[in-house]
Each structure stands twice: as C-alpha cells, then as structure tokens.
C-alpha cells in the first residue's frame, strides 16, 4: 500500500508517519518510508541518527540516475532526457518492489528496524532563489509510478506540509492519504482544502485526530470532518520522549494511541488497491505536463510514450539488465 501522512505544519504528521512505519515494520510488514517534507525530520522520528542520515545519499540529488535505472530497455524512452517526473512505465522500464533488493533502492535506501528508508533532501543554500521544491520531490513520484506493491506491504510517504502537496500529480500516487489533524479550525482548515483539490480524482482521504485533550476535542473534529475520522491520538509521554531523542519500542506507545495506528492501517488494507486507476490517473498527469511543459523542453511529444493496457501491478517482472 502506497500511504501518504500529509497536514498541516506543526500538527504531527511525520510522527504519526514514524509510529505508522515502525508499528507495521514491528508486525513484520515490509516497509518503506520515504521523507519527502522540505524539513527533514522523519529520519529522526524513526529512530535513526539525524546527522549520519544528513550525510547520507538523497533522492533529490539522483534525479537524473533514477531516471536512467527506472527506463531500463522501454524502446519509447531512449534517453533519460525523455523522462519526465511524470513518466509511466511501459514495456521493458524496470518495475520495482518493496521487498527485493535492487542497486538503486540498495545505493539510495537505507535499512533501520526493518524499515527502507530514503530522503528527497531539503533545500540547500544553492537552492534559494533558483530551484523549486516540486523538482526534488519529482524523484518520488518516479519511484512511485513503477513501485508494485502489495496489500501486506507499506510504503510510506512523509509529505510537505499544507495544501503544497496537492502542487503536483503525486497526489494521487497513493492508495490512501492520512491527514493528521488537530482540532483547531486552521488544521480542519487545511483537511477541507485538501477534499476540495481530490474530490474530482477519487482520492481516499481519512483523517487521524491528534493533540487531543478531551471529548470536546473529538466532538469538534467530527462536526468538521465526519466519517474521514479514523481515530484521534491524545497528548502522548511516549511521543514527547522521542522528540526529546529517546525513541522506545513502538509496543511502548500508550495503548489507546497504539490502537489507533493499528486501525489507520487496517482502513487503508480494507480500502484495497487499484491498479487500473493507479495507471490511468499516471497517464492523464503525465499528459498534462507534456503539454505544459514537456513537449517544448524536449522537442518530441512525449505523450507517445504511454502504453494505455500497460496496467502497473499486472507486469511484475523488471527489464534485464543492460
């Protein structure tokens, strides 16, 4: 299952990212979680050094070997320079997967508690003023569009904070999409932005209450945000703790805010997966950005390279090597 934990700033959304990934990795899923917020902070929340990870390979600065790795022998993408952040796979691309090793996951992932972990990278001080977020975080959505995953594996994407997220087409390059909400009206604020943008893409969104004191709490999350609530997290000793650096075994976490983790990824597995929609919501962006942008930066029309009846989750095998 391809998850994003998106919210707005400040409302917990890399921790409840963090508790997600490491809870389903502690039940022995398959995971992968992927930091793709501008302020790198997931590395830290599961537990891994946050200095020896800043160091560490990050997905934004291997746009271009992501690219070459990811088209593999697809006779429509000769050159890397074809691809776009956008681009499906089609015949002969190389197809990844969440459990096998593979040299780009290998050289870019790193392995913590069960968990594959990777970082888009923040911005750095040549950035400023020259580049734009969305170019790294399109090394993600490449990754996702030729990820095969299954029911019983996770792959978790921390996202941008706010409605930013929505500033591209990965948006819908997940099964399901949690908002981490606070009961205050500019959190709920942001989940309603968030409906307005996928409602015409049949995007699954449930919100996770947090920071919750009491039952007024609770009450005032579901007069905002009605049945998308799939639980609501109180204040939390635990969490408090691993944002201190102390980061416990996740069965440590105080049962009732346990439960609602376990019942996030229960509505996600019984929300099920849909490959088709997955392919033809990959083919309308991509088209998009043809046209937008694309087709004059390379000078050929690269809607050509869509393959319609090339369904991702039906081709399981990679391309050879070449």
């Keep these: 299952m391809k998850l994003a934990f998106v919210g707005k700033g400040g409302s917990g959304k890399t921790t409840m990212a963090s508790l997600f990934a490491r809870r389903a990795a502690a039940l022995g899923h398959p995971v992968m979680a992927i930091d793709a917020d501008i302020n790198q902070h997931l590395a830290a929340a599961l537990g891994l050094d946050a ?90 959505e490449l990754l996702l569009n030729h990820l095969v995953d299954g029911t019983d594996e996770f792959v978790i994407v921390d996202m941008v904070a706010g409605a930013e997220a929505f500033a591209s087409g990965m948006f819908t390059r997940f099964d399901h999409t949690f908002l981490v909400c ?36 609770v009450a005032f999350l579901r007069e905002h945000v009605g049945d998308a609530l799939a639980g609501w997290c109180s204040r939390s000793k635990y969490v408090k703790a691993a944002e201190r650096g102390s980061v416990g075994p996740v069965g440590a976490l105080e049962p009732e805010n346990l439960a609602v983790v376990d019942a996030a990824r229960e509505r996600a597995v019984d929300g099920g997966k849909d490959w088709a929609k997955f392919t033809r919501q990959a083919h309308e962006f991509h088209r998009k950005a043809a046209l937008a942008w694309g087709n004059d930066r390379v000078g050929v029309d690269l809607a050509d390279q869509i393959v319609p009846d090339f369904v991702l ?6 391309a050879p090597a070449v």
């Design 313 to 318: 989750g039906e081709h399981l095998l990679r």
């Design 51 to 140: 200095e020896a990870a800043a160091m560490g390979p990050v997905l934004g600065e291997h746009l271009a070997d992501i690219k070459d790795h990811l088209r593999g022998t697809n006779p429509l993408i000769p050159s890397a320079d074809l691809m776009l952040k956008t681009t499906p796979p089609g015949p002969g691309s190389r197809l990844l997967t969440v459990r096998e090793s593979d040299p780009l996951l290998d050289a870019l992932f790193t392995e913590h508690d069960g968990i594959r972990f990777a970082a888009t990278g923040g911005f750095v001080d040549d950035d400023l003023g020259v580049a734009c977020y969305h170019s790294k975080v399109g090394a993600v």
């Design 182 to 217: 606070e009961p205050t009206l500019r959190s709920v604020g942001v989940y309603k932005q968030y409906l307005g943008y996928a409602e015409d893409y049949d995007v699954r969104i449930s919100v996770i209450g947090n920071k919750i004191d009491d039952e007024d709490d």
